[in-house]
Nanobody, 115 residues
Framework: QVQLVESGGGLVQPGGSLRLSCAAS????????MGWYRQAPGKQRELVAT???????DYADSVKGRFTISRDNPKNTVYLQMNSLKPEDTAVYYC?????????WGQGTQVTVSS
């Protein structure tokens, strides 16, 4: 069983920055593809960014150039650095760990971008 705990969400003004963290336990973290997803009110959950076990990254078009995903395998942690935040980035952000048939989610952390 894998446990994922997100932190770092909050309220930020447009143009501001936040860094989300996701701490994993209960597994060999380095072997999992890690990702961040988000879900805004009334919308489906969508992919934000993923990072493979080897460090290959992929981003949604809406966040390219503004968000950066990274991982620290010795610390069992994945990060999402979010810059130039926009009101449309407001959502609950979820951490995901995926490998073969295994798929785990964190509880989510709220990000609100508003003046």
């Amino acid at each position: 069983q894998v446990q994922l705990v997100e932190s770092g969400g909050g309220l930020v003004q447009p143009g501001g920055s936040l860094r989300l963290s996701c701490a994993a336990s209960g597994t060999i973290f380095s072997t999992y593809v890690m990702g961040w997803y988000r879900q805004a009110p009334g919308k489906q959950r969508e992919l934000v960014a993923t990072i493979s076990s080897r460090g290959s990254v992929d981003y949604a078009d809406s966040v390219k150039g503004r968000f950066t995903i990274s991982r620290d395998n010795p610390k069992n942690t994945v990060y999402l650095q979010m810059n130039s935040l926009k009101p449309e980035d407001t959502a609950v952000y979820y951490c995901n760990a995926r490998k073969l048939v295994y798929n785990y989610w964190g509880q989510g952390t709220q990000v609100t971008v508003s003046s």
